[in-house]
């Protein structure tokens, strides 16, 4: 597994989100697909936490101590506790930057990362640290295509177009 290549598209990432994200309006950042859907505003508050206390935090803590308890993570309920629709967009894209670009220089820090080494989850067994990191990235993309979908059922919404002649979604 080539560790660098992983690190250097998160890194790119970082440009993805920002450009996909910047520059919207509160009606854009605010709207939804759906009641039970997440907004824009609510995948930058997910993305900004899951950064500091998910990916980072336990891929640093399988790398220094695999034997120490995971800390524990319920990315569905911040959203309603950490009252993610309150939060200011414009801050919290721009924590969400500071912090990936903090995981980027903490990653290319790593000097000789035990990337094997595994903590032994009661329910998912071995995770290896380069399991956090792939996951890490597998994220990434997953939340892009949130995105992309969001706006793209925006447009939809916005025009009142048959959006077919584009191609399938």
Known sequence: MN???IIHQLSKNRGVFKEL????TEEEYLWKSDPGKWCLLEIICHLYDEEREDFRARTSLVLEIPTKPLPPIDPAVWVQERAYIKQDYADKLE???K???HSIEWLQSLQSPKWDNAYSHPKFGQM???MFL???LAHDYLHIRQ???LKFDYLKRLTDENLTYAGDW
Do not use: C, D, Q, V
């Open 21 to 24: 994200l910047t520059g919207l």
């Open 3 to 5: 560790y660098s290549t």
């Open 95 to 97: 924590m969400f930057m």
């Open 134 to 136: 792939s996951n890490w």
């Open 128 to 130: 290896t640290a380069k």
């Open 147 to 149: 995105i992309l979908k």
């Open 99 to 101: 912090e990936r670009r």
